[in-house]
């Protein structure tokens, strides 16, 4: 499976950005899905997770109750609706695929990583 993430830019301080994570084949859609970042200098630490039908979703205490995680399977693709955008939240952001149904908050369960987008938040 491969992943593209898209949708990374340039925004100010309170604002918003939806990015998105499109797999190369459906069986993505049998699998858990999560959103990591990495910020320069920083190890890469969870965003969100969200179950391969979008029952289930997980988010880091950070980011609660400002980004959102969704999914249609129709296009396999993930998306991740930022808001309220804060300059800790910069990052290059990762989507990746989970070996199970489920996402998880651990970076050892996954095995399909995306390249990356980067997000950029002014202040």
């Known amino acids: 499976v491969q992943l593209q993430a898209s949708g990374g830019g340039l925004v100010q301080a309170g604002g918003s950005l939806k990015i998105s994570c499109r797999a190369s084949k459906r069986t993505f859609n049998n699998n858990g899905v999560g959103w990591f970042r990495q910020a320069p200098g920083k190890e890469r630490e969870f965003v969100a997770a969200?179950?391969?039908?979008?029952?289930?979703?997980n988010y880091a205490d950070s980011v609660k109750d400002r980004f959102t995680i969704s999914r249609d399977n129709a296009k396999s693709t993930v998306y991740l609706q930022m808001n309220s955008l804060k300059p800790e939240d910069t990052a290059v952001y990762y989507c990746?695929?989970?070996?199970?149904?489920?996402?998880?908050?651990?970076?050892?369960?996954?095995?399909?990583w995306g390249k990356g987008t980067l997000v950029t938040v002014s202040s």
């Open positions: 969200i179950s391969w039908n979008g029952g289930v979703t």
């Open positions: 990746a695929a989970a070996r199970t149904s489920y996402g998880s908050r651990r970076l050892n369960d996954y095995n399909y």
